[in-house]
């Protein structure tokens, strides 16, 4: 890599930094290895269960069946029968008496807090030695979960293969398990291959209700997970596992997170053999994301609804500490992505999200979000690639359909600089129905696309509309076909800013970051109208007194500073307008563009070096016009406003300079005048003689200058 490329990249990881600031891990395990891929996704089970879990109070049995159909009442009837003879009433029992693969537990219709599990730790187990996350609960190994496997978990499965744990009833809602917001998890799968979960609802945790770590096979069936701290599904780790027919609300992070899924397609382009993890006919609701994850590599998600949360789907490499960074090859095919305009930070701002979760209002709509996110947006990927996003319904987000913006390596503890730029690449967005719904009805988003502009080989659809940039590299018709793609380091300079601000987010201490329209910052209290203000001001003030000092008689040096003026007002409205700015952005700096080029070609004339650096600028500015509002210039690893920024700083010292010393030029010309006056009054004096009384010539007396000594008088006034 040549000396250039180095500095750039180093340039990309120092602005892209600006990403590099979540207040907390978005989920902190013990460290685990990816499966190696042998296993299967597991088939469903008929027949007879071979452990059946009950409660004992028949007469409330018999009134949550009364309304199933009959063939479904008299089942469960008959296997509560046999349940109050040899079954059991909490699961984490029946789990214990598994001994061998290959086990049906039936879990008969009732509420299961599963009391022998929920006290707190003792002995032993509340003294075990561990890590803490930033969340503050211990990050215990497997063996310490073994031991103590009640110390996180409400039910622990642990090491037990094929299982299959099902629900009786007519639906999910019939099974709840509930942790009462007193474990970190209600069910945990660690482990134990093969498992297959259907038909129950999970509930009430201080992080996931249903967690599969580390497991090659799984299948999440017809659960439904609601109101926790973090998540609702949880698997991580895992490889061969399909999420089916499930539902997940009220959520703190995300309804659906399949973080670290088995990275198969690492290498591979859009063609992959196959994909590790498959999401069909769920929704995920009313959370602060449906559906997030780190490192969600090779998760095919389709048919699917995500609606009315803060942000539809989300994945990135923003968080360390999980395998399979950076993220690539998620797959999104005909999904329901709408109304995502929740706001949820308003409880974090006046202390709901503060109080123990028991007492937050989950169950009345409460969502505590647990790190920064864009509301109004459709689907996120910061820091991914090779994603595909194709034939999508994506409608009725206030802010964005599609928000793309690029992770440097260091932020997941890769420190080498050739991958510093590693993301986001290769994003594909194609023939997706955007600002519609299925009926063809009219559901516009407030833009269509917002990029960093960070990355290579990423295009969108040609019928995107409104979009940041307002120029984007088109998709053509087959995957890896661009039109004006480009290639940079580093992503736009103001956005970088943006996010830097918005990322200083922290839900523990009520940090809500003020200049980020993300928490409800508005006008000139957004970080971007700020900058916007602050430089035109600059320029106004410098290019005002530079006109007035040395340009103010040369009529296209004030033609152009009129156009200047212009366009940083337009600078100044367009960032006040946000994603509905249009093309007010590329149009004001054409004027100012025309404003450095043309007072620049006036300044040449008397300061070359000025003169050309200021037309230089202007070209610069031009250029960024261009780039922003017409097509992305392709082939230079930098934007514009990267070169102009700094050349502008530049500019407006010499500027200030050029403008001062010509004040003080001036003003000794005029002094300089002015003696040289004097002199010569005083030498035609000297020889124009004066008349006297009696016709004879008298010279004139000097004209003494004003400091002189007059001559010495006597006392009595005479002179001497």
């Known amino acids: 890599m040549s000396w250039t490329r180095r500095l750039l990249v180093v340039l990309a990881a120092l602005a892209a930094a600006l990403l590099a600031a979540p207040a907390a891990q978005a989920h902190e395990e ?3 290895t990816l499966p190696d891929g042998t296993g299967s996704v597991p088939t469903y089970r008929t027949g007879e269960p071979d452990l059946l879990v009950c409660k004992s109070d028949r007469a409330d049995f018999e009134r949550r069946i009364s309304g199933f159909p009959d063939a479904l009442r008299a089942r469960n009837l008959t296997l509560f029968d046999r349940c109050r003879k040899s ?72 090491g037990k293969k094929d299982l299959q744990i099902e629900g009786t009833g007519a639906a999910r809602t019939d099974v709840v398990i509930d942790a009462k917001y007193q474990k970190l998890n209600a069910v945990r799968a660690d482990g134990s291959d093969g498992v297959y979960f259907k038909n129950f609802t999970a509930q009430r945790t201080t992080f996931n209700s249903l967690y599969i770590l580390a497991q090659d096979g799984f299948v999440i069936d017809d659960v439904l997970t609601r109101w926790n701290d973090e998540y609702g599904f949880l698997t991580f780790a895992s490889d061969h596992g399909l999420y089916k027919n499930c ?56 048919d699917n609804e995500f609606d009315h949360n803060m942000g539809g789907a989300s994945m990135d490499s923003a968080f360390p500490g999980h395998p399979g960074l950076p993220q690539n090859h998620a797959r999104f095919e005909r999904n329901l992505i709408h109304d995502n305009n929740a706001d949820y930070y308003p409880y974090v701002a006046d202390g709901t999200c503060a109080k123990p979760p028991v007492e937050r209002g989950y169950e009345d709509g409460v969502v505590c979000p647990q790190i920064s996110m864009p509301p109004g947006t459709g689907i996120i990927t910061a820091g991914g690639n090779w994603n595909l996003y194709e034939n999508n319904w994506v409608y009725g987000q206030k802010r964005a359909a599609f928000f793309l913006s690029a992770v440097p390596a260091f932020i997941r503890g890769e420190d080498a600089l050739g991958k510093q730029t590693d993301t986001s690449h290769h994003n594909r967005y194609a023939d997706n129905h955007l600002g519609t719904d299925k009926q063809g009805r009219s559901r516009p988003n407030g833009a269509d ?109 004030t033609a152009a500073t009129v156009l200047g003026l212009i366009g940083l007002v337009l600078d100044v409205a367009g960032s006040t307008m946000g994603l509905a700015s249009g093309y007010v952005p590329a149009l004001a700096l054409l004027l100012t563009g025309l404003w450095w080029t043309g007072i620049g070609l006036v300044l040449r004339r008397e300061r070359p070096g000025l003169g050309w650096t200021t037309v230089a600028l202007g070209g610069l500015t031009l250029l960024d016009a261009l780039d922003k509002g017409v097509f992305m210039i392709p082939w230079i690893p930098l934007s514009p406003a990267w ?49 006297g009384a009696d016709g004879a010539s008298v010279p004139k007396e000097p004209v003494r200058p004003a400091s002189s000594t007059p001559p010495s008088a006597e006392p009595n006034g005479e002179p001497s």
Do not use: F
């Open 449 to 557: 696309v917002w990029w960093d502009g960070q990355g290579a080989g990423n295009c969108w659809q040609s019928d995107a509309g409104a979009s940041t940039p307002r120029s984007l590299p088109s998709c053509g018709s087959g995957r890896g076909s661009v039109t004006g793609g480009t290639d940079r380091l580093v992503g736009e300079p103001v956005k970088l800013a943006q996010l830097l601000v918005c990322a200083d987010y922290n839900v523990q201490a009520r940090r809500l970051p003020a200049g980020c329209d993300w928490y409800g910052a508005r006008g000139i209290e957004r970080v971007e109208v700020q900058a916007s203000l602050g430089i035109a001001v600059v320029l106004v003030l410098v290019g005002g007194v530079l006109w007035w000092r040395r340009l103010r008689a040369d009529r296209l040096a």
């Open 643 to 691: 070169v102009r920024g700094l050349l502008g700083l530049v500019w407006v010292v010499w500027a200030v300079v050029a403008a001062a010393r010509h004040g003080e030029r001036a003003e000794a010309a005029s002094d300089a005048e002015t003696a040289a006056a004097d002199a010569g009054r005083s030498e035609e004096a000297a020889a124009d003689p004066v008349t």
């Open 247 to 302: 539902e997940s609300y009220g959520n703190g992070d995300s309804g659906i997170y399949p973080g670290s899924a088995s990275d198969i397609n690492d290498g591979y382009g859009y063609e992959v053999p196959r994909y590790s993890i498959e999401i069909t006919g769920c929704r995920s609701h009313h959370n602060m994301v449906g559906y997030s994850g780190t490192a969600g590599d090779s998760v095919y998600v389709h």
């Open 30 to 32: 013990r460290p685990v």
């Open 87 to 158: 079954g059991y009433r909490h699961l984490q029992q029946a789990v214990d008496a598994v001994t061998g693969p290959g086990k049906n537990i039936a879990i008969l219709p009732g509420l299961y807090e599963e009391e022998p599990s929920l006290p707190a730790p003792k002995g032993e187990c509340a003294r075990l030695k561990a890590p803490n996350s930033q969340l503050g609960y211990q990050i215990l190994s497997y063996e310490q979960q073994a031991k103590c496997p009640h110390n996180q978990n409400l039910v622990a499965i642990l």
